[in-house]
């Protein structure tokens, strides 16, 4: 863009070739100044504030022309309409924030030819556009029909004052009435600049009549809207103040027609309610007592709610259930897959209940890893039995009230969660599910957990008083199915009040049969996918068992299978009609789900010294535990690390004794331990482990690391050590035993004692591994050493060992055969 400057370094702009007229220019934002318009404008832009000073010096014109974008502060020549109006200022005054406010005057259109200069304001050169005066007849009723629209206008619109139709009633010239009308109408830039580029005067009174009609319209629909929200506030205020009236005259005239009819009402329906004799009395006595009340009495409110609450309750009313065995059977198995025992347990309940007339609740407590099923198994049991279902989750919970609920004198007491479920339920014997039963806590406000000793025992729960009822209320219908993960966690008395059933993890093939029946429809279907989009072969799903979780449900197993869902969900809605079918095979688990995040198979890839293999039971399952031993010179120290419990630490102890008794047949010169510091450290540190069933794994790692012979890779191990090296039972050994086939081993060695728990064993896990039953500690050894004769190494005494530990210094490792570490 170039401008012509002028060297005069007062800034005037520099004079017109020929006749033409020169003047400053101010650009204006959102708004165009029409002729004969007088507006007042504030001007704050140093350049627009010279350029008005300079008018007033020099004659007081200067050109108006609206900015294309107002936003802009620094406008350039294409950034200024070429059609503004010549006006002529009337009034400058200065204000106090360095601002000027200005009143001009439109005289008549001018058109810029062209820019004379930008600094220090624009100048431009400028052609006065002369209207002519038209007279037609075709006018003439234009300028009538103007007047008369403009008159409906002023109507509806309020802002404009009512002198302007009188002074505007007396323009009979098409091109000032146009322009002066146009000021007064709520126009955009636009459309106010394209009436001002409009030269003739009949055009453009009819472009102002058309706009004029369509502002018309927008202000009636307005006034519509308007009207119909006074008419309903007008309404509602009326209601109100009828209303009022209304309290106002009974309360004058002692009358309570209102409260009268709420007390009848409530004796309706307790004279409607099926319930015991005792509940019955005590709610006719409350219902006596709120007669005698003012109802704006503080103690009215409390006994209506206890009214309410009595009479909402299903005291004996019961839902019906389906006593069809088979049917029962295949919505159970529908649900679940597997879960024996706990499916076994409730056919056997309906059973029974087809033969007896009236018969307790059974209370269940199922006991199992996350993900494996027990509170949906919860929803499962009442639909296969016909009752309600109620659910209360009983973690974080400690507060003793959260069971039985508060007393009536605490502001807003309310009746406990058991009573509460049932009021939900709308019965008295629906499947009432506390779940997460093992996660409660106690503090000063009391013990939930022994408030649950009357809630779950048979032959109390049919009195089970609560706080806020504080009357008898029978829960013997009620079947009770409680849910945790571990059972240590449950007190000794309220685990004698349930039948347990533990729910053991889920091997491999019991994860795939569940995933291609249960998870992959589920989430195919909550994707919005079907069978054309996606298959999952069965090596694909085992790929994401193996490598990509490890738990003893099927919780993560199916996030990963969401994931990949919605990766190809979001494929199919890119490529549309064209997408293919997605066939989810390893490689297409490994490119959806990156790199493994388990490894899966031997848990050790060679048989190592110092390094045993053990078996944990852990609230998610069960778990394989290294436990690695160092043997380095010292004083005879023992050092523990891992974090191990008080108990984990004792069967180190105990083991370490078994060892220095075993010196001898073990090749130890007799004071070794004298010598020696031993480090035992189970990996995994920042997790807290307890337990004396590591006894036997420990003692092992001690032997091996003392003898350097190495331990089995291949063999996992379980059992509770004592001083003389006998092996005692443990607990857990499904969960173990799963964990162990789960990881790949082949040999599990157990105690003598726990053979009887194999049967519950799957018979999958049992044909895939060896488990070897041992009584003392001297058969582990045999087990687990990597020797073909340790009944041998064992009674020869004296042998190579002795030397290492007899000479100073000589604490190395012996070489080890190929493949042994």
Not at 441 to 451: E, I, K, L, T
Not at 811 to 819: C, I, L, M, Q, V
Request: net charge negative; with cysteine.
């Amino acid at each position: 863009m170039s401008f012509f400057r002028s060297d005069d370094s007062s800034g005037a702009p520099p004079a017109p070739d020929g006749d033409a007229k020169v003047v400053p220019l101010l650009p204006l934002r959102d708004i165009v100044v029409f002729p004969s318009m007088v507006v007042p404008l504030f001007v704050g832009r140093p350049k627009s504030i010279k350029a008005l000073e300079d008018a007033v010096a020099e004659g007081r014109e200067l050109v108006l022309s609206a900015q294309r974008l107002a936003a802009k502060d620094e406008p350039g020549e294409d950034d200024i309409f070429r059609m503004g109006t010549l006006g002529t200022i009337i009034q400058l005054l200065r204000l106090p924030d360095q601002t000027v406010k200005v009143l001009v005057e439109g005289k008549s259109r001018a058109r810029i030819k062209r820019f004379t200069q930008d600094d220090p304001y624009f100048a431009c050169e400028v052609e006065l556009i002369e209207e002519t005066t038209s007279k037609a007849a075709d006018v003439g009723a234009l300028v009538r029909s103007v007047h008369a629209t403009f008159e409906n206008y002023v109507k509806l619109n309020k802002k404009v004052p009512s002198e302007v139709l009188g002074n505007i009633g007396q323009l009979d010239d098409a091109g000032r009435l146009s322009d002066t009308v146009a000021t007064h109408l709520n126009l955009k830039i636009e459309d106010r600049q394209r009436l001002l580029e409009l030269v003739d005067p009949g055009k453009r009174l009819e472009e102002v009549f058309g706009l004029m009609q369509a502002e018309i319209e927008v202000l009636e629909v307005e006034k519509r809207i308007r009207g119909r929200v006074k008419k309903q506030m007008e309404k509602s205020q009326k209601e109100y103040y009828l209303n009022e009236q209304m309290r106002a005259i009974q309360k004058e005239l002692g009358e309570r027609d209102e409260f009268k009819n709420e007390i009848a009402e409530l004796e309706e329906q307790l004279e409607g309610k099926s319930m015991p004799e005792e509940a019955r009395e005590r709610t006719d006595k409350e219902i006596k007592k709120l007669k005698m009340m003012s109802p704006m009495a503080a103690e009215a409110t409390v006994v209506r709610n206890y009214i309410d609450w009595m009479l909402s309750l299903p005291w004996e009313e019961y839902a019906e259930e389906h006593e069809d065995i088979d049917e029962a059977e295949r919505v159970l198995n529908e649900d679940h897959f597997g879960l024996e025992k706990p499916k076994e347990r409730i056919l056997e309940y309906l059973a029974v209940q087809t033969l007896v007339e009236k018969m307790k609740g059974p209370i269940l407590c199922l006991v199992g890893p996350p993900g494996v099923g027990k509170t949906s198994l919860g929803k499962s049991i009442a639909r296969a039995t016909g009752r309600d279902f109620v659910r209360i989750s009983l973690g974080g919970v400690r507060d003793e009230a959260e069971i039985r609920g508060h007393r009536r004198t605490y502001i807003g007491a309310l009746p406990g969660k058991i009573i509460q479920g049932l009021k939900k339920a709308g019965s008295g014997n629906p499947i009432f599910l506390l779940d997460e039963v093992d996660k409660m806590s106690m503090d000063f406000r009391g013990d939930p957990s022994s408030a649950l000793l009357e809630v779950l025992d048979p032959e109390q729960n049919h009195t089970f008083n609560d706080h806020y009822l504080d009357i008898d209320y029978d829960l013997s219908h009620v079947m009770f199915v409680c849910t945790a993960n571990v059972l240590h966690q449950i007190p000794r008395p309220l685990q004698d009040r349930m039948e347990i059933i533990q729910l053991p993890g889920y091997i491999e093939s019991e994860k795939l049969q569940i995933a291609k029946d249960y998870l992959v429809p589920k989430e195919r279907e909550a994707n919005g996918l079907d069978e054309s989009h996606i298959e999952f072969t069965d090596a694909g799903l085992l790929e994401i068992i193996r490598f990509y979780t490890r738990e003893s449900g099927v919780r993560n197993l199916e996030r990963e299978i969401a994931s990949i869902c919605r990766k190809v969900a979001k494929q199919v809605v890119k490529e549309g009609d064209d997408a293919k079918r997605a066939r989810v095979t390893p490689a297409v688990v490994k490119r959806q789900l990156g790199a493994h995040k388990y490894r899966h198979g031997i848990a050790e890839d060679a048989d190592r010294v110092g390094l045993c293999t053990g078996l944990a039971f852990t609230e998610v399952g069960g778990e394989l535990l290294q436990t690695e031993v160092a043997v380095t010179p010292g004083r005879g120290k023992l050092v523990v690390t891992g974090r191990l419990g008080e108990v984990m630490q004792e069967s180190a102890n105990a083991a370490m004794s078994y060892v220095r008794q075993r010196a001898k047949q073990l090749g130890l010169v007799p004071e070794f331990y004298s010598k020696v510091d031993i480090h035992i450290h189970v990996p995994e540190g920042a997790t807290p482990k307890d337990g004396p069933s590591a006894g036997i794994t420990i003692a092992t790692a001690i032997a091996s690391a003392l003898t350097r012979v190495p331990v089995r890779s291949n063999v996992a191990m379980t059992g509770e050590i004592t001083l003389r090296g006998r092996v005692l039972p443990i607990g857990g050994l499904k969960e173990k035993l799963i964990a162990a086939h789960r990881a790949g081993i082949d040999t599990v060695v157990i105690p003598k004692d726990n053979e009887k728990d194999l049967k519950e064993i799957p018979a999958q896990v049992k044909r895939a591994m060896k488990i070897v039953t041992v009584e003392h500690m001297d058969e582990v050894l045999g087990a687990a050493l990597s020797l073909d004769d340790v009944h041998g190494f064992l009674q020869e005494g004296d042998h190579v060992i002795d030397a290492i530990f007899e000479v100073p210094g000589q604490f190395h490792e012996p070489a080890s055969p190929a493949g042994v570490n």
